[in-house]
């Protein structure tokens, strides 16, 4: 590990945040530092970031202490039209209430930092003992240095029928923005939420965002998580989310991601019961510079529960794909159904992916499956389009959205699925 | 119509055509037959614009324009269509979608208005009927888990569409049951005008009971070697194919 450098940068970036605001949870923060300042950020050969250079990132592009102010006049223009939802907007690392709304009076939303000095018990029950700090580094940087963050709660047998749309918007019209964000979400047993993250940023300069989030699905609910990646700007980000679901719990991701410098996600579903169903779906669309990294866990630690992973990736110009997709299948987990398959098309010489699944199966009556794939699109479908009278663009266009959009199917929600199939056209040209 | 003259093509370091010459008039139906491997499927593919094969020599004119020079979808503009052999699936992308993106890209090519969903609605359900085919099936994903006999009215069901001037049927028999069989030559005859033209790459006698060549033409080692009428398809069946090879040969 590259760690003499990256002490002095982690110093660098707890120093540019205002140390004054950064109080609640001071115990685990200090203790977050203390074993960053011994690990170090991850350099060039580090095991988990050997394709994602995020600490070289970092050192390139953050210099000095200066943090950008917001200036942001409004946030409309990163909603999704026609989408009536539930908004929680951060911006640069702030929850900032004049741009957010709640119109589910069902859904409780309450900033960190006040439930926190609160005590609010949901806190004191799941805060930091989902994700486990020391999993990752970019963990262990959030602990000790988030800025602010969320608990969201849904009661017993409650269904919040407009989604969550979390906007994380950085202004970097002004400077460099570091911002470090939190969620705990709990819903409780037999209610259902439906959540969408987005990121968005405005101005030239470097962003770093790091997120952690724990979700906490408690028996015979459902959760519907969709992440849009859509970023024009300079961004780094990088999320540790962790999805605990009990006893028959449903859930669905689906991880979109489209633009960014450097993107990386890491995504852990613990299948802490029986009964549970699991379908990740994730698509990422890279064009120019793009690295997209998706590290996905699921681990079965409970018998009789399915899981299905489905990312599938087109990389085009110098973009770089990274997959990991693990599978753990704890010695109990007996009857587990788990799948996974990574389907990866390259459209340039230069583009690239990475990808690799780990599976670990210490149980023995399971079915478990994965694959992966890479290559170019189908020469002999391109011809026999062609051959009718369809363009080449074309013809390329309507192959990559037949196989990008498979994984829309499982969104659910009509408003969403059609924005998103906007994207992932516009994305790929098909715009006939 | 077409004027194929001296035509000579390779795949890889393999010359497979070796001086074709073929002269197709508006209305004319003509029959290319011959053993395997004598580059019946390989003409197909290189008139149809084919990457894989590298024309070496020779000239095709079509419609006064030079084939040879054109993309493969403008060809398909031009009015040149290939019925596959073995059409291809494709997962995600309906007949439906397929075939609306095709006419209006050709319309636009040929200085045409894009036809409006009731009109390209119309037309499919006028073109289904010809081929028996069922909206369900061009529903779905293209050619995906079809059974043999629907993708070749599949791909007749096409042809029905696109209307080509000239249609390039490559093998549409194989894998065809005789009702099957019945219903494609059906389409394939109703389609038959005195404006266009048909090349029936066939390497049985079978598909001309039903589609009946104006001319038939043996192709063996990349040459036609034998032109005839429908009565040299009957002469083929019955006697197979070696009298020709040793025709060839002694010649």
Same mark, same amino acid.
């Given at each position: 590990?590259?760690?003499?450098?990256?002490?002095?940068?982690?110093?660098?970036?707890?120093?540019?945040?205002?140390?004054?605001?950064?109080?609640?949870?001071?115990?685990?923060?200090?203790?977050?530092?203390?074993?960053?300042?011994?690990?170090?950020?991850?350099?060039?050969?580090?095991?988990?970031?050997?394709?994602?250079?995020?600490?070289?990132?970092?050192?390139?592009?953050?210099?000095?202490?200066?943090?950008?102010?917001?200036?942001?006049?409004?946030?409309?223009?990163?909603?999704?039209?026609?989408?009536?939802?539930?908004?929680?907007?951060?911006?640069?690392?702030?929850?900032?209430?004049?741009?957010?709304?709640?119109?589910?009076?069902?859904?409780?939303?309450?900033?960190?930092?006040?439930?926190?000095?609160?005590?609010?018990?949901?806190?004191?029950?799941?805060?930091?003992?989902?994700?486990?700090?020391?999993?990752?580094?970019?963990?262990?940087?959030?602990?000790?240095?988030?800025?602010?963050?969320?608990?969201?709660?849904?009661?017993?047998?409650?269904?919040?029928?407009?989604?969550?749309?979390?906007?994380?918007?950085?202004?970097?019209?002004?400077?460099?923005?570091?911002?470090?964000?939190?969620?705990?979400?709990?819903?409780?047993?037999?209610?259902?939420?439906?959540?969408?993250?987005?990121?968005?940023?405005?101005?030239?300069?470097?962003?770093?965002?790091?997120?952690?989030?724990?979700?906490?699905?408690?028996?015979?609910?459902?959760?519907?998580?969709?992440?849009?990646?859509?970023?024009?700007?300079?961004?780094?980000?990088?999320?540790?989310?962790?999805?605990?679901?009990?006893?028959?719990?449903?859930?669905?991701?689906?991880?979109?991601?489209?633009?960014?410098?450097?993107?990386?996600?890491?995504?852990?579903?613990?299948?802490?019961?029986?009964?549970?169903?699991?379908?990740?779906?994730?698509?990422?669309?890279?064009?120019?510079?793009?690295?997209?990294?998706?590290?996905?866990?699921?681990?079965?630690?409970?018998?009789?529960?399915?899981?299905?992973?489905?990312?599938?990736?087109?990389?085009?110009?110098?973009?770089?794909?990274?997959?990991?997709?693990?599978?753990?299948?704890?010695?109990?987990?007996?009857?587990?159904?788990?799948?996974?398959?990574?389907?990866?098309?390259?459209?340039?010489?230069?583009?690239?992916?990475?990808?690799?699944?780990?599976?670990?199966?210490?149980?023995?009556?399971?079915?478990?499956?994965?694959?992966?794939?890479?290559?170019?699109?189908?020469?002999?479908?391109?011809?026999?389009?062609?051959?009718?009278?369809?363009?080449?663009?074309?013809?390329?266009?309507?192959?990559?959205?037949?196989?990008?959009?498979?994984?829309?199917?499982?969104?659910?929600?009509?408003?969403?699925?059609?924005?998103?199939?906007?994207?992932?056209?516009?994305?790929?040209?098909?715009?006939? | 119509?077409?004027?194929? !003259?001296?035509?000579?093509?390779? /795949?890889?370091?393999? =010359?497979? $055509?070796?001086?074709?010459? &073929? @002269?197709?008039?508006?209305?004319?139906?003509?029959?290319?037959?011959?053993?395997?491997?004598?580059?019946?499927?390989?003409?197909?593919?290189?008139?149809?614009?084919?990457?894989?094969?590298?024309?070496?020599?020779?000239?095709?004119?079509?419609?006064?324009?030079?084939?040879?020079?054109?993309?493969?979808?403008?060809?398909?503009?031009?009015?040149?269509?290939?019925?596959?052999?073995?059409?291809?699936?494709?997962?995600?992308?309906?007949?439906?979608?397929?075939?609306?993106?095709?006419?209006?890209?050709?319309?636009?090519?040929?200085?045409?208005?894009?036809?409006?969903?009731?009109?390209?609605?119309?037309?499919? !359900?006028?073109?289904?009927?010809? /081929?028996?085919?069922? =909206?369900? $099936?061009?529903?779905?994903? &293209? @050619?995906?888990?079809?059974?043999?006999?629907?993708?070749?009215?599949?791909?007749?069901?096409?042809?029905?569409?696109?209307?080509?001037?000239?249609?390039?049927?490559?093998?549409?028999?194989?894998?065809?049951?005789?009702?099957?069989?019945?219903?494609?030559?059906?389409?394939?005859?109703?389609?038959?005008?005195?404006?266009?033209?048909?090349?029936?790459?066939?390497?049985?006698?079978?598909?001309?009971?039903?589609?009946?060549?104006?001319?038939?033409?043996?192709?063996?080692?990349?040459?036609?070697?034998?032109?005839?009428?429908?009565?040299?398809?009957?002469?083929?069946?019955?006697?197979?194919?070696?009298?020709? !090879?040793?025709?060839?040969?002694?010649?």
């Amino acid at each position: 590990m590259n760690t003499a450098v990256s002490h002095d940068l982690v110093k660098e970036i707890i120093g540019s945040l205002d140390g004054a605001k950064l109080t609640a949870g001071a115990a685990s923060r200090q203790q977050a530092l203390n074993t960053l300042e011994k690990s170090g950020l991850p350099g060039a050969k580090h095991e988990e970031y050997r394709f994602t250079p995020i600490t070289r990132f970092l050192e390139k592009n953050f210099t000095g202490p200066a943090s950008a102010t917001p200036s942001l006049p409004s946030v409309d223009e990163f909603l999704i039209n026609n989408l009536e939802a539930n908004v929680l907007t951060f911006v640069n690392g702030q929850f900032t209430p004049v741009f957010s709304k709640i119109i589910s009076p069902e859904l409780t939303v309450t900033p960190l930092s006040e439930a926190i000095t609160r005590q609010n018990p949901l806190v004191e029950r799941y805060f930091q003992k989902i994700l486990e700090t020391e999993s990752d580094p970019f963990a262990l940087l959030n602990t000790a240095c988030w800025q602010e963050g969320l608990v969201l709660h849904v009661p017993e047998h409650t269904s919040v029928d407009k989604p969550v749309l979390i906007l994380y918007v950085n202004d970097a019209t002004s400077g460099q923005v570091l911002s470090h964000t939190r969620i705990l979400a709990v819903i409780e047993t037999g209610s259902f939420l439906s959540v969408i993250e987005k990121s968005d940023s405005v101005g030239t300069n470097p962003v770093f965002h790091t997120l952690s989030e724990e979700w906490v699905v408690k028996e015979n609910s459902h959760l519907e998580y969709c992440k849009i990646q859509n970023d024009s700007g300079k961004i780094c980000q990088v999320s540790n989310t962790v999805i605990h679901q009990a006893d028959s719990s449903l859930l669905n991701t689906f991880t979109l991601t489209l633009d960014g410098q450097l993107i990386r996600n890491n995504l852990k579903i613990l299948i802490d019961g029986e009964q549970c169903e699991s379908h990740f779906y994730g698509l990422y669309l890279l064009t120019g510079n793009t690295l997209a990294d998706n590290h996905t866990v699921v681990d079965h630690r409970k018998p009789n529960s399915f899981s299905n992973e489905l990312y599938k990736g087109v990389m085009d110009g110098h973009a770089k794909g990274v997959f990991n997709g693990k599978i753990f299948v704890r010695p109990h987990a007996q009857k587990t159904n788990a799948f996974q398959s990574n389907r990866n098309i390259l459209v340039s010489d230069t583009a690239t992916i990475n990808t690799k699944p780990q599976l670990e199966i210490w149980a023995d009556d399971v079915k478990c499956s994965h694959g992966c794939t890479s290559g170019q699109l189908d020469e002999e479908a391109m011809f026999y389009l062609r051959s009718r009278g369809i363009a080449e663009s074309s013809a390329k266009a309507l192959l990559l959205y037949a196989f990008a959009a498979e994984v829309l199917a499982p969104i659910q929600n009509e408003t969403l699925k059609t924005y998103l199939d906007t994207l992932i056209a516009n994305r790929l040209n098909k715009n006939f | 119509m077409l004027n194929i !003259k001296n035509l000579q093509a390779k /795949v890889g370091e393999k =010359q497979i $055509l070796n001086g074709i010459n &073929l @002269n197709v008039h508006a209305g004319e139906v003509h029959a290319i037959m011959g053993p395997n491997g004598s580059g019946k499927s390989t003409l197909a593919s290189v008139l149809a614009g084919r990457e894989d094969f590298e024309v070496t020599g020779g000239e095709v004119d079509f419609l006064g324009k030079n084939l040879l020079e054109l993309e493969p979808e403008d060809r398909a503009r031009e009015g040149i269509f290939m019925a596959f052999q073995y059409p291809v699936e494709i997962p995600g992308v309906s007949t439906i979608n397929f075939m609306k993106t095709a006419i209006n890209q050709i319309r636009e090519y040929r200085g045409q208005g894009s036809l409006d969903a009731v009109s390209f609605l119309q037309l499919m !359900k006028e073109k289904m009927k010809l /081929v028996e085919i069922d =909206q369900s $099936l061009l529903n779905r994903s &293209l @050619n995906e888990g079809f059974s043999g006999g629907e993708k070749k009215r599949n791909e007749i069901f096409q042809m029905a569409m696109l209307e080509p001037k000239l249609a390039i049927l490559d093998e549409t028999d194989s894998g065809l049951d005789i009702d099957a069989l019945r219903i494609v030559a059906n389409g394939v005859n109703t389609l038959r005008t005195k404006n266009n033209a048909i090349i029936v790459v066939t390497h049985y006698q079978r598909l001309l009971e039903y589609i009946v060549p104006d001319y038939v033409h043996v192709l063996y080692k990349g040459k036609i070697v034998k032109s005839g009428t429908k009565e040299l398809a009957l002469e083929l069946e019955a006697k197979g194919y070696d009298w020709i !090879k040793s025709e060839v040969s002694v010649a």
